[in-house]
């Protein structure tokens, strides 16, 4: 059974940081480009960071560039995103994806799996 299982969302005061996981299990995650995903109440679900199944290529949204850092241990089957400088603006439900593209990471329809997601929240 294929899961991705997103962990590490909470409440947090602007300006501080937390660390998103998500293990995958029952597919091969080491041939898959992984991403993080997230959308806010009312707005449409936005691409966050990407990186890519063979050199870990990674890619970001212009909203979150140099405050968040994606990155993946295929020896665990795991995904991260550290959230620096968290802004009010950042909260939002996240959700991980796996795809088997290496092109094309901001666009949702490319991802073959999804996780439940987990709650991030940013007060001011």
């Known amino acids: 059974q294929v899961q991705l299982v997103e962990s590490g969302g909470g409440l947090v005061q602007a300006g501080g940081s937390l660390r998103l996981s998500c293990a995958a299990s029952?597919?091969?995650?080491?041939?898959?480009?992984m991403a993080w995903f997230r959308q806010a109440p009312r707005k449409e679900r936005e691409f966050v960071a990407g990186i890519t199944r063979s050199d870990f290529n990674t890619r970001y949204a212009a909203s979150v560039k140099a405050r968040f850092t994606i990155s993946r241990d295929n020896a665990k089957d795991t995904v991260f995103l550290q959230m620096n400088s968290l802004k009010p603006e950042d909260t939002a439900y996240y959700y991980c994806?796996?795809?088997?593209?290496?092109?094309?990471?901001?666009?949702?329809?490319?991802?073959?799996?999804w996780g439940q997601g987990t709650q991030v929240t940013v007060s001011s």
């Open positions: 994806a796996a795809t088997r593209t290496e092109y094309g990471l901001e666009f949702s329809p490319a991802y073959d799996y």
């Open positions: 029952g597919f091969a995650s080491n041939r898959y480009s």
